[in-house]
């Protein structure tokens, strides 16, 4: 398993500014702050590998805000079958509200693994995203076909000072969404893929 350095691999700037330069040790601290230490992966041999450089995660908070969410999904439906239960007498509610809290209470437990297998990695012509358990996804995006940066958060995101970062392209099927980010992290990324993205188009 591969954990973030105290340094971050070259800022996707297209410079050639090297790993230890004050920009790197900036970006690696920003993008490493307040997230999980190691990227968790299936046991099967047959998993795809992580390979090398340095992969930043999700941060903590991320776990936090998805709990709370699915949780009060979890309450708000079973009081809704209770009250239905209660001023009606009858019991088929339980069929359809059963279903929604089986599946809530499956994606509260698993939420804190699923998190933790997610990740992305700063190359020096494309950002690599993965995720998944059971179901792994493995996503390369250069630079250069990045048609829009967007930062989006809830009010829930807003109290726990996450954001999720989404990068769009031409082909809607390379397009990342990450979740969860700091704040300061998604501005941060915001910024360089931005710029690096002008400069690939360019031709500088």
Known sequence: MTTPPETSPPAPSGSDAPASSPEAVTQGAVLSERTYDRILEPRSERRLPLGDGTWYQLARAYVRVQLISQGAVFVLVAAAALV??????????????????????????????????????????????????LWQRVVAVPYGRMQLVDITHGPLDRGFGIAQLKLVTAAASTGVTIP?????????????????????????
């Open 84 to 133: 239905a239960q209660l001023l009606t007498g009858v019991m088929w509610q339980w069929i359809p509200a059963g279903v929604i809290l089986l599946v809530t209470a499956i994606g509260l437990i698993i939420t804190p693994r699923q998190a933790r297998s997610v990740g992305y990695q700063l190359r020096d012509d494309d950002l690599v995203f993965r995720r998944g358990i």
């Open 180 to 204: 969860g980010l700091t704040q300061e992290a998604a501005e941060h990324l915001r910024d360089s893929l931005v710029a690096v993205a002008e400069t690939r188009r360019t031709g500088l």
